[in-house]
């Protein structure tokens, strides 16, 4: 009952929003803002299944490549900033140097150097996402309490093992922010990225459907990547929840207590 109870929380205020849009766009005769009812009409003749295998699976492909490698780097090299004062103290000022960079300005840059293709669009999410991740797992890391270093040491757990076992599984909770501080910038860098010299992709059918004054069509767009998000924000949610059930039952006892 508590997971139906949680889905229902979570679809709604999105089905209220969804039905005042429904009741006050009725009967609208703008161009530029249809009815909703002619927008799910788009929606359902645009967005097929070989539309989806064409704009829709390469923009995921290109969002999930850039995540993962950004979680990679983010959470590798947090590590070890968290983990060395001296490191951590020469490289803070040019972290925060890069952090402060929106990376939409740094696409046509980008573009020199790696092209037009995917690896161009890759590297703007990476380049997006890698700050949030990083600065939470170097804080992550750095709050570990040193008791529970202390005492790993006294039993002998050291190198590899202290960081699998002791110092991630700390810092967890605060990496899993990052990581989901950063799946919304992929998900916003994906569609920008798309937006520069693209054949395809779900940010470029959007502005194709723009230029060529395919309103409905294009607000059917907006919709799927508005789902999209709310899919990849729920899946999130289940795997942060599993990955950390150790830190949610902590909480519930302190609560209790």
Known sequence: ????????????????????????????ESFYSPPLEKI????GDTWS????????????????????LAALIGIGAGVAIGMNRRLRAAVEPVLEFFRAIPP?????????????GD????????????????????????AVDSVVLETARSYGVNGVARITKVILPSAGPQIATGLRQALSIAIILMVISEMF???NGLGFTIVQFQRSFAIPEM????????????????????????ALRWYEGLRAAQRQS
């Open 1 to 28: 009952m508590n997971v139906v109870k949680r889905i229902l929380l979570a679809i709604a205020l999105p089905l209220i929003l969804f039905a005042g849009w429904y009741v006050l766009s009725a009967g609208s």
């Open 40 to 43: 799910l009409v788009a929606f």
């Open 49 to 68: 299944l070989d539309r989806l295998k064409a704009d829709v699976a390469p923009s995921l492909l290109r969002l999930f490549a850039g995540y993962l």
């Open 104 to 116: 939409p300005v740094l696409v046509p840059v980008i573009m020199l150097f790696a092209g037009i």
């Open 119 to 142: 690896a161009m669009k890759v590297i703007v999410i990476v380049f997006g996402c890698i700050w949030p991740i990083l600065l939470n797992t170097v804080e992550g890391v750095r």
């Open 197 to 199: 010299a693209a054949s």
């Open 219 to 242: 607000w059917s767009g907006i919709i799927l990547l508005g789902l999209l998000g709310f899919v990849l924000s729920l899946l999130f949610r289940l795997a942060e929840r599993r």
